[in-house]
């Protein structure tokens, strides 16, 4: 096992991963070149397709996110608003580049094939976790990134053998379900987790604290 003071890195990766997030989701989207928005024809487009009303011909998108065709019933499940499978994908290459190098000074280095192995095996787990969250649980894109984030915590937490970190998880999960917007959520719980990183990073070791005693 590491020493539970490096695992900063992996809580400040994973925190500036979701600031970035943040602000490139608050970044408003221009129109492309030639593109022209007619706003005042929208509401009678809306109305001739039946969009959120489930109009014409009982076809279109019905109140409580329902796509209805005849007697057919499909539930939509809400697209993430924020890029988490991008974001939590540099996360696990640059936490993977820091633990190689962390174990190359300490004279350990991990065999090459199995190290590559597992971080590949971390970045396919990515969209497949993603994938079950969305057919089987029926979660928002958003919920689903930031559970797999949390799994990934979980997993930092029990291969430091931290309880730091393991109290960084179950408050980064408590502050992206409460608050209101992803956005939000992804700001505050990134605030948490630079919070944590410094924590963990001026903690004194075990051993330097025995010797002071």
């Known amino acids: 096992m590491g020493s539970s003071r490096r695992s900063w890195f992996p809580l400040a990766a994973l925190g500036f991963a979701q600031l970035v997030m943040a602000v490139v989701a608050l970044v408003p989207a221009a129109p492309a070149t030639g593109e022209f928005v007619n706003m005042r024809a929208y509401p ?17 998108l019905a109140d409580g ?20 499978l991008v974001g939590l994908a540099c996360v696990v290459l640059a936490v993977a580049g820091w633990y190689w190098l962390g174990l190359r000074r300490a004279g350990t280095p991990p065999r ?7 971080t590949m095996g971390a970045l396919v787990a990515l969209p497949l976790l ?15 990134g930031e559970l797999v984030a949390a799994l990934g915590l979980l997993v930092l937490a029990a291969y430091e053998r931290s309880w730091p970190v393991l109290a960084v998880t179950v408050v980064f999960v408590l ?14 719980a990134a605030g948490v987790l630079f919070a944590g990183a410094f924590a963990v990073l001026l903690r004194r070791p075990r051993d330097t604290a025995a010797d002071a005693v």
């Not at 993603?130 to 689903?144: H, I, K, M, N």
Request: glycine letters at 20%.
């Open 65 to 84: 996110g329902w796509y209805s065709t005849g007697a057919l019933a499909v539930d939509v499940v809400p697209p993430a608003a924020l890029g988490w």
């Open 44 to 60: 009678m487009t809306q109305e001739l397709h039946g969009l959120g009303t489930g109009g014409v011909g009982g076809t279109g």
């Open 130 to 144: 993603d994938l079950v969250g969305a057919v089987e649980l029926r979660l928002p894109g958003d919920v689903r």
């Open 112 to 118: 090459p094939v199995r190290f590559v192995l597992g």
């Open 175 to 188: 502050v992206s379900a409460l608050l209101p917007t992803p956005v939000t959520g992804t700001l505050s």
